[in-house]
């Protein structure tokens, strides 16, 4: 039975004493309470569901453990932090989850003692431990720290890069492996069948294999079993006095509740309302055809098939479809690999984790002027994610690499466009686009050039890049044109690279706008400027502050961080109404 | 004894058939000879001699026993592939090497077929070969792929990444693991005890740790004696029918000349001539006197120290000094999670290397706003490196990231009062500076103040950033005053980021010219456009063109590449001596 909403909330309020002090039985009861608390707010508030559901017992027994905040434990990823965010100092709050002044989901040192580390990509917990852990030795406390760490993750190469240097630190931390055999898609990969072997007959070189880094390995042990993980914890914080610890717990993502458990790929991530037109799925549909006609598209991704709209092409090509587990780096450089022998590949990845493989478009890919395609998704504000997941820099960070060529559609039309284009065009090519939008409709596309929305006599040029920015576009003609009667003119800026050269020497007008989905600085503006410059025209340029943009919806994030209609327009009408 | 001069461009020149059928006896003194031509470029045209030397009778036993270019072969690095450019097509001009318009440091697609892959930064080649090996199953081609990989690339995650996808991939290709205990400093880590102890007896978990990634592991082999090569790549070679071979060959790095196998750190990347003063020695000064007094300084390198300059901190705070090898993003993390414990992490990098700690730069370090201190050397132009390692994008990515400060010193002084500086600045800070420069000397330095260092009455002020920019302001100004009189103004524009909000506001000159050893796209030029915008001034600003740079020296590529002084004095004439 769960605990009566008074006995939690008095749990939850007395941890210090109560939770070490209570048996298994009512360590359970609090599971049961703390799932179905995680279960409603998730369903209003959108967020991590399946993740969090398996790591309920699994964190309920750490805080049984371990000391927090005297303790330190990362959590990878972060998008299993929400038990340990109801049992720290956060449950009064847990129902403002992801919105806008409310908690955040994912870790935040901002946030709370708890949090000793802000999370929310894959792979940087073990090296943070470790981090920590070191700073402990040398400050000679007496503190333990755990790295919690999903099997997805152990596939990513910051994990083995930080495994390699374990017995070069000498120092020692807790690290489970929370071993639910996903990752957002199920885990691949040679890591993973060494752990799928681990759950049965306990092999000695796959135990070997962990050893040799310096660890000793424990388990597995039945992550969603209070009364066996109690045991298993105790044992490894013992062994911590000797060693760095792996204790490999085996848990079901969605564990309690049924639809959950039997899709967990479906509500890993789950919104509160059900998205419009998505352009992952527009991708997908034209890959599909592409690849119909053409052997030589090849689509890779970096565990993301299902929310890029790439679950079909996987289905239908599997051949074709490369799907490398949370490895960024590595997809980039396997897609670079397949255009040098004359594939045409497309690697799809959100516009944050692109981030992971800048190097990589720079050194292999661009270096090497190679036919790869980028979709990149989730570009632009994202919104309850937070911080971590804004899409925001990519116009930034792609802006001055020689020989890419960057394309923003204005509408999901348009994107198609781009694909089929894209299928001929023999350099990089990125594409970037949110993920929701409009079908819309399209006219031609041709590489570097822009289009002309809206052309009037006065002296004011719009140039927006992206769905989100030609609305905006068009919200400030009309307001200009209520302010002052003055009809300004828009121009869709649908190639970052190459600017449309042509275009922007003949326009007329002495004060050119622009508006971008993207921090402000060094994104499409800058570029704009730099190409004005000594021209005598007055550029004007639009985008996020300069700030990690907060958890909030994406038109509020707009408003309050340089895109708002009002703050614009008052800029504008300097120019416009005088 | 070596061949003749004759018999050995003969040799090269008739390799298809020569080669084959040479005998070992032959093949060794084929090896000598390379070895002696290899040393005697270098000795001139600078360039990697250990590596290069460590490899010549792999290399050889590569050609003999695969038949290149229709087999190809990727060098990860690429700091080892001289031997395969002496033996494929470019052996007349191989005293080009690293010359401007001659042949490259690392393969080159568009030198040779004979290169399949560009190389140059760590980790990618196991990840290229298989994406290459990849093409060739879908294209049902018959030809074979190699990856020859350093053990000092094993530390990387890309590396990992890789591996953990071969069973997924379902091709085959051979890694030939060049194992020579060194990467650019001696390997560390959990890996590299795996190898040493391979070196002895065979360990059959060691083994096994390999082969969990789905492959056959053969070896190890004397790589430097042909007579044990041939045969066991002969081996490998009929291998490949059935699996994917990691065959381990031990080379010497340096073999054969006595001087590099006792230094073969020394003798990495060797000059052609003595540099003048470097940044890195006044980096190493400067951080041990800092943590002399200060026990909070923390040293993190990956596989750098030495060339960083950092020997002598390592040596004298052997507690406090970190170097994880070459994991870039590993030691971002590490820094980060330092920093939230208090201390104070001094992360030494080149410029180009710090492209693969984008993501964590951003995510880690300035999303938690964390004092951690990058110090990138060799940023700018770098030279005869070539196209993977100019450091000529590091102003434009950092341009963007918030709570992020970037400084960029005029001399090595003023980088010696920023490193002190910087002991007591509480979030990320990031100084980057070239390899070479003068002492010189320096003034206050305050974080986000410019310093004037010439000012004058005309309506043209130069912002200067970094050492180079302000002796080419100097040339500009100079020049200015012989074609037409007129003196400008001349800032040491030494931060990116804050820019000094309060100096350019009141700058009375209409024309700002801004300076930048950086790409012109999104560097400082571009936020200094978006700084005047809507401030009727004039910015011109100069970078490197939107080209990947060359080898060639650097004062030829300014000249070449868009920081000329003929072709800016051109464009300031215009608004200079109207």
Redesign the interface.
């Known amino acids: 039975m769960p605990l009566s909403e008074e006995e939690t909330i008095k749990m939850k309020n007395n941890l210090g004493r109560e939770l070490k002090n209570a048996s298994v039985k009512q360590l359970n009861s609090l599971c049961e309470s703390l799932r179905s608390t995680i279960y409603e707010t998730v369903s209003h508030c959108g967020g991590h569901l399946s993740s969090n559901l398996g790591a309920v017992e699994l964190t309920v027994a750490l805080h049984r453990v371990f000391d927090f905040p005297s303790d330190k434990i990362?959590f990878d990823v972060g998008h299993q932090c929400y038990t340990h965010k109801l049992l720290s100092d956060r449950a009064e709050r847990f129902d403002t989850l992801r919105k806008e002044g409310g908690i955040s989901g994912f870790p935040k040192?901002e946030e709370s003692v708890y949090d000793?580390?802000?999370t929310?990509?894959a792979g940087?917990a073990l090296?943070?431990?470790?981090?920590?852990a070191?700073?402990?030795d040398?400050?000679k406390a007496p503190y333990q720290v755990i790295a919690l760490i999903g099997d997805g993750s152990f596939?990513?190469?910051?994990?083995?890069?930080?495994?390699?240097?374990?017995?070069?630190?000498h120092t020692k931390i807790l690290i489970i492996l929370n071993d639910n055999g996903m990752s957002i898609s199920p885990t691949?990969?040679?890591?993973h069948?060494?752990l799928d072997e681990l759950h049965g007959e306990r092999k000695?070189?796959?135990v070997?294999?962990f050893e040799?880094?310096?660890l000793r390995y424990m388990g597995p042990v039945n992550g969603n079993e209070i009364g066996e993980l109690l045991p298993a914890l105790e044992e490894a914080k013992e062994a911590l006095n000797e060693d760095t610890v792996l204790l490999h717990v085996v848990t079901q993502k969605g564990h309690g509740y049924p639809f959950s458990e039997s899709a967990p790929m479906q509500t890993h991530g789950v919104g509160p309302k059900a998205p419009k037109s998505e352009y992952s799925a527009a991708l997908g549909e034209e890959l599909c055809a592409l690849a119909k006609n053409n052997?030589k598209i090849?689509a890779v991704t970096a565990a993301m098939a299902d929310s890029l709209g790439l679950r079909n092409f996987f289905e239908s090509y599997p051949?074709?479809a490369?799907?490398?587990?949370i490895?960024e780096?590595?997809a980039s450089?396997?897609?670079?690999?397949?255009a040098?022998?004359?594939?045409k590949p497309y690697y799809a990845i959100y516009s944050t984790?692109l981030?992971?493989a800048?190097?990589?478009i720079?050194?292999?890919i661009?270096?090497?002027d190679l036919p790869v395609t980028f979709c990149i998704d989730r570009a632009g504000a994202t919104g309850a994610d937070g911080?971590?997941h804004q899409g925001v820099?990519d116009l930034?960070?792609l802006?001055?690499?020689?020989?890419l060529t960057v394309a923003i559609p204005k509408n999901i039309a348009e994107f198609r466009k781009m694909i089929r284009l894209s299928s001929t065009y023999m350099h990089p090519l990125a594409i970037r686009y949110p993920r929701e939008g409009e079908e819309g409709e399209a006219g031609t596309v041709e590489i570097g050039k822009f289009e002309v929305l809206h052309s009037t006599m006065s002296d004011i040029v719009i140039l927006a890049a992206g769905e989100r920015c030609i609305r905006l576009a068009n919200r400030l003609q009309n307001a200009l044109r209520e302010e002052c009667g003055k009809d300004v003119s828009i121009v869709n800026a649908r190639f970052l690279r190459p600017l449309d050269r042509e275009l922007l020497s003949s326009r007329p007008e002495k004060f050119v706008v622009t508006l971008e989905d993207n921090?402000?600085?060094?994104?499409l503006?800058?570029?704009i400027?730099?190409f004005y410059?000594?021209s005598?025209k007055?550029?004007?340029?639009f985008g996020y502050d300069?700030?990690?943009l907060p958890h909030a919806e994406v038109p509020s994030l707009m408003e309050k961080y340089g895109l708002g209609v009002q703050k614009i327009l008052g800029?504008l009408m300097?120019?416009a109404c005088r």
Do not use: W
């Open positions: 990362v040192r000793c580390y802000d929310g990509h940087t090296s943070a431990a470790l981090g920590i070191k700073a402990r040398l400050a596939q990513n190469g910051l994990i083995y890069e930080a495994l390699n240097s374990l017995k070069l630190l691949l990969g040679g890591v069948e060494v000695l070189d796959d070997a294999l040799r880094f310096g052997p090849v051949d074709r490369i799907d490398v587990g490895c780096e590595h450089v396997l897609a670079a690999a397949l040098t022998q004359g594939l984790f981030q992971r800048f190097d990589e720079i050194h292999d661009c270096g090497q911080e971590t820099f930034s960070y802006s001055f690499i020689p020989n921090v402000k600085i060094g994104g503006g800058a570029s400027a730099q410059q000594g005598g007055t550029v004007l340029s300069d700030v990690f800029e300097k120019y």
